[in-house]
DNA sequence: TGAATTTATTTACCTAGCTAAATAAATACT
DNA sequence: AGTATTTATTTAGCTAGGTAAATAAATTCA
């Protein structure tokens, strides 16, 4: 397998387990952070908004949504449209979201802080440019 | 979430998906073909030689091995120490491997020809300099 | 208006990673 | 030699992605 990819695929998983283990602290999954994090910067959402914006196929964030609404972080409303649900924060996530952006933040500076600005943006650059 | 972890893991996904469905002429997927490619390179192996080597937990490789031996892909021999169970090529993928092979080689320079010799290095260091 | 098509979501089932715990063989210790 | 520890593999069960097909509401069009 090439290098890069190898390097690349390594590098994901190993971000996410991290990312995994730091969000254990507050109950959580990256996936479930994630979506959060969507619905706390665009406010609510159909799934197909998520989706479409996580760059995920759409079982998977029905799946999702589900789990966190038994969990209490999100609601589920119907839509004007009967077909779409709309999705939006619960009290509960509104409240804990700050202290869980924190951490987030502070996970995500430990591990790419070792890179400086232009070298972020030369990675983003140079990721995108890998494609058919 | 940080852009730069958010174009990674979509990159990731991407390329996994896309490196399965040219492997699906071949019957295969990503995470068999990087096991059979794998035991290409090295002989027969060990589970945990090829766990330790992919960077990833032994039952995901107990998992993918036993569907490839069902598939025929390879074969599992009991070793010397007999806790151990040595995992090698099957006749029907040596002969099969070659076309594969090519079929991936084709692939990955149309993922990552746009990038230049001296990108994809620097890529490759960007993503280790990324840790904590 | 009524039938056909499109769109949003869900369901069922697959690969692919993970952890924790079970099993069995080898090694170390006394 | 016999017990304790380590090591290799497997099993069970979780998240997280994917596709294909089902369902139901909205839209299009003849």
């Known amino acids: 397998m090439n290098p890069i990819f190898h ?40 799934l197909t908004q998520i989706w479409k914006y996580l760059n ?13 609404e038994t969990l209490g972080w999100v609601l589920r409303i119907d839509g004007e449209d009967k077909r779409e649900k709309i999705v939006a924060l619960s009290p509960y996530a509104k409240e804990h ?9 502070a996970f995500e500076e430990e591990m790419v802080g070792s890179l400086t600005v ?3 943006q030369q990675f983003i650059i140079l990721l995108e440019k890998m494609k058919g």
Chains 1, 2 share one sequence.
């Open 56 to 68: 995920v196929e759409a079982p998977s964030i029905t799946r999702a949504i589900t789990r966190l």
């Open 118 to 120: 232009e070298e972020q």
């Open 97 to 105: 979201l700050p202290a869980i952006t924190k951490t987030i933040l």
């Open 7 to 46: 390097a690349l695929f390594q590098k994901s998983r190993y971000l996410t387990n991290c990312l995994n283990e730091v969000l254990k602290q507050h109950n959580l999954y990256s996936s479930q952070w994630a979506i959060l994090y969507c619905l706390h910067n665009h406010g609510p959402m159909t």
